[in-house]
Every structure is written in structure tokens, then in C-alpha cells.
């Protein structure tokens, strides 16, 4: 089975501040593992992901994470928040077989970005 | 850039009845998905499809669910007798066929499912 677990339901930054959101997984073998975005009334929007290589990805509007095999995370992070990138970001796992395997999602943590 | 385009936005049903949601994916993807979101909760799978037919579905996705690609752009996800636990947000979502399950899904907007 696989699972992903975020720890915190909201985060709150001031903008221009570095953020953080946690993301911890559980799967069987390697992970791919990927970060979306959610804004109000609108679907899951794709930020980056990790599939192998460097364990730092980045990806859109500035945002890039962090692979830890050792302490299987994939936190999300941002060096200068903006009051735009409040939202509902996803955490995501899926199995590295089969190509229309499903993404495990985590609960969400919402992010608040104050000026 | 292309999407993945859900219809209607918001359908509205009585217990019992049917209700066809309806998908147009990206015009290059091949793997289909289902998703739902019952309100304040996680993203759940429902099902994947591939070459007409299903590649995985879930716990949820029982026999009063089903999906089809009635033409070459449609993939729906039909429910026979709606109960009240199948409100929720409904995601369509589509991924590219070449570089396997390292290429990300792509989401629709979604369509909000409310059972009366």
C-alpha cells in the first residue's frame, strides 16, 4: 500500500519569507513523487516532481523540493513567499510500475502567504 | 496550453437517479482517471483506463460505477443510482502514454456532484 502524510493542515508565512510544507510518503520501492496546487473552485494544478537524479527538483512559479530517501520526505519549499501562492497544496505518491498507476494523495496542508 | 476540460461544473441530482460526468482529456494522452473529493477531505482515486479498458480502480469505484470512451475525445464516469455519500468533486485527469508513470496527471477543473 502506498500513503502520504502532511502533517500540518495550514501553514501560515508573511511574503517574502522562505516557506515550508511537509510531506512524508510510504511506498514499496522507488517513489515518484509530485506536488500540485490547488486554487478555490479550480482542479489540482501539477507543480513538479521527483523521479529520480538530483534530490533537489524545482519546478513552477519558483517552488522546488527536497528528496530525502533516508527519511522518506519530499518537503515543498519556496526561498520568498508571495501573497499568490496561497492555495492547497497536494503531496502525491505513485508506484514506479505501471504506467496508468494511480497517485496517492495526502490530506493537503493549506498555505497562507500574509503581507 | 492544452486541458483537460470537465462538463457541467456543478450537476445536481435526486437519490437514485443516474448522472453521466463527462471528460474531454488532452488530445495526445492516452491513460484516463477518475478522482473525487468529498468536501474537506483528500483526493481519492476512483479508477484508471487505458486501450478501452480499466487498468485499476478502487474500493470505491463499485458496480453501480463505470467509465467509457464513447468516441475518440469523451472519457465518462457514470453513476446508475446516486446515493447521498457520492456528492463530492469529481476529477477528471489525463496523462501523456510515452515516458511511463514518470509524467505527471493532468486535472480538470472538475465537476461538483450534489445529491439531494
Known amino acids: 500500500a502506498q500513503s502520504v502524510a502532511q502533517p500540518e493542515d495550514q501553514v501560515n508565512v508573511a511574503e517574502g519569507n522562505p516557506l515550508t510544507v511537509k510531506c512524508t510518503y510510504s511506498?514499496?520501492?522507488?517513489?515518484?513523487l509530485f506536488w500540485y496546487v490547488q486554487y478555490p473552485n479550480r482542479g489540482l494544478q501539477f507543480l513538479l516532481k521527483y523521479i529520480t537524479g538530483d534530490n533537489l527538483v524545482k519546478g513552477s512559479y519558483g517552488f522546488e523540493a527536497e528528496f530525502n530517501k533516508s527519511q522518506t520526505s519530499f518537503h515543498l519549499k519556496k526561498p520568498s513567499a508571495l501573497v499568490s501562492d496561497s492555495a492547497l497544496y497536494f503531496c502525491a505518491v505513485r508506484r514506479n510500475t505501471g504506467t496508468a498507476s494511480k497517485l496517492t494523495f495526502g490530506t493537503g496542508t493549506r498555505l497562507q502567504v500574509t503581507l | 496550453e492544452p486541458e483537460v476540460t470537465q462538463t457541467p461544473s456543478h450537476q445536481v441530482t435526486q437519490m437514485g437517479q443516474e448522472v453521466i460526468l463527462r471528460c474531454v482529456p488532452i488530445?495526445?494522452?492516452?491513460?484516463f482517471y477518475w478522482y473525487r473529493q468529498i468536501l474537506g477531505q483528500k483526493v481519492e482515486f476512483l479508477v484508471s483506463f487505458y486501450n478501452n479498458e480499466i487498468s485499476e480502480k478502487s474500493e470505491i469505484f463499485d458496480d453501480q460505477f463505470s467509465v467509457e470512451r464513447p468516441d475518440g475525445s469523451n472519457f465518462t464516469l457514470k453513476i446508475r443510482s446516486t446515493k447521498l455519500e457520492d456528492s463530492a468533486m469529481y476529477f477528471c485527469a489525463s496523462s501523456k502514454v510515452t515516458g511511463g508513470p514518470n509524467q505527471p496527471q493532468h486535472f480538470g477543473d472538475g465537476t461538483r456532484l450534489s445529491i439531494l
Open positions: 511506498v514499496s520501492g522507488n517513489p515518484y
Open positions: 488530445s495526445n494522452h492516452l491513460y
